[in-house]
């Protein structure tokens, strides 16, 4: 229901990304044209071949020695696991 219930409300899926960098906005200071990033985000489009995102949502430069596919499955399982860990098991440093 919340996705559409004839039909995707959004048409193309997705909330986490990798892929280079083709532009930036002004303010942006942290990243290049043509950078590697990997990263997720509130919105839905990430299985796009192209899209743009805001400042919301986590984004971060792909390690050298990975692919963009290995990146892309970062933040999904990466803070589905830092929830449970710190949220629900409670593990302390």
Do not use: W
């Not at 990263?39 to 805001?54: H, N, Q, S």
């Amino acid at each position: 229901m919340m996705l559409g219930f004839k039909k995707p409300k959004i048409s193309i899926i997705g909330s986490v990304f990798a892929g280079e960098l083709v532009e930036i906005g002004e303010e942006v200071k942290s990243f290049q044209p043509g950078e590697r990033v990997f990263g997720t985000g509130p919105e839905l489009g990430a299985y796009a071949e192209y899209m743009c995102r805001t400042g919301s949502g986590a984004i971060a430069p792909v390690p050298g020695n990975i692919s963009y596919e290995q990146a892309a499955t970062i933040p999904y399982g990466g803070l589905t696991a830092l929830y449970f860990l710190h949220d629900k098991a409670q593990v302390q440093a």
